[in-house]
């Protein structure tokens, strides 16, 4: 039954990935645990972009549209999904949201899956690119215990680092663990509040988007 | 297909629930999301109730066994279970455990789920209170935006309180929210790193203890 779901899920997936490529729409799929700062981020990662790069937002939770309007002080466009009890986002309501969107000109699509480190990793949308947050409050060791969410991230992006020293965040024994588990995944250290390592992750975006844009079939 | 399994689900928690009455064990399900502090909660919990009560616990983790390893820490028996991809544990997989622990003298049961917000809140394990951690770096709003595993509480434990103002934590705030969605359920404020709020915890649980073990009948 699970394997039903997941094998229509990914097929759904792939349409809409041929959709985005057709559209030149660079993807990105956010996934975390709950609290780990997706929302702060992804906000001060639109303001950053906004001037070269048109981005729209999917925001999904169970309950509350509190992401949805945080992220409209961005001043992109956010689509809210409300999951109720479901707990990851699926290829379906991504498509399904899409039409509620204004694609011209649209150059970035994020999407902000529900805050869950287990269940969303089984569930492609389409994206180009999986971006895994771990904040420093959580503990060096979670991409050790939670090895299918690590294990799909192309980046890891390394959260509240303006907390790091506070909570006696050890970067040696992070960055070991996210290695082990990911070794090919980009790495970024970042502070959403003090604004480190945004440049270094805006750069890698402009550039990622100028080699979609390339694309001129679904391949 | 889901329907079935928690309807199996619950049948096995009765059993455990019957189970463990007829033992006199007080048992507590502590969930939460990812790096909110349970381990090292539960830790500290169990070293200070260790002269009164003799204390088992429970873990479960998708993968690794570093939690069991620091749980022993304190002393206590514990078992793991390692759950692979599945994202909650299930009233099968604790009668299972209970095979490994020895139950002589044993008056206090903590079951560690999986560090997951949303999908652990539909499978009650039989336990007598479900501990819903909530740290302050993970954002006030958390209540709202996962109501039914907050809704399922019977005590919610705001962890982390030594991080409270490098987060610029809104006691208020959280606090309403919590009675919100929650306006039965307990609630302490604590640190496991400091100690603060861990004596009422205590008090608190061996008083639950004091009117479990009075029960000689499963109703």
Not at 17 to 27: K, Q, T
Not at 93 to 114: F, P, S, T, W
Request: aromatic share 6%; charged share 25%.
């Amino acid at each position: 039954m699970r394997r039903a779901i997941l094998d229509k899920n990914d097929r759904l997936a792939e349409r809409n990935r041929g959709f985005f490529r057709a559209r030149g729409l660079l993807v990105l799929n956010f996934l975390s645990s709950p609290g780990s700062g997706k929302t702060t981020f992804i906000r001060e990662s639109v303001r950053r972009l906004a001037p070269d790069l048109k981005t729209g937002v999917i925001v999904g939770d169970l309950a509350t549209d509190n992401d949805a309007q945080r992220l409209r002080e961005s001043g992109a466009p956010v689509v809210q999904i409300t999951t109720g009890t479901v707990c990851h986002l699926e290829a379906e309501m991504v498509a399904r949201a899409i039409k509620q969107l204004d694609l011209a000109g649209l150059k970035l699509l994020i999407i902000e899956n529900v805050g869950n480190l287990v269940c969303p990793a089984s569930y492609d949308l389409g994206e180009d690119l999986r971006i895994v947050l771990l904040s420093v409050t959580e503990g060096e060791d979670k991409p050790l215990k939670y090895p299918p969410m690590f294990q799909s991230a192309d980046v890891v992006i390394i959260s509240k680092l303006d907390l790091a020293q506070a909570c006696g965040y050890d970067r040696e024994a992070a960055l070991a663990n996210i290695r082990r588990v990911a070794p090919k995944a980009r790495v970024f250290e970042t502070s959403a509040k003090t604004g480190q390592g945004l440049d270094a992750w805006r750069e890698f975006l402009l550039q990622q988007q100028q080699e979609r844009k390339a694309l001129d079939s679904p391949a």
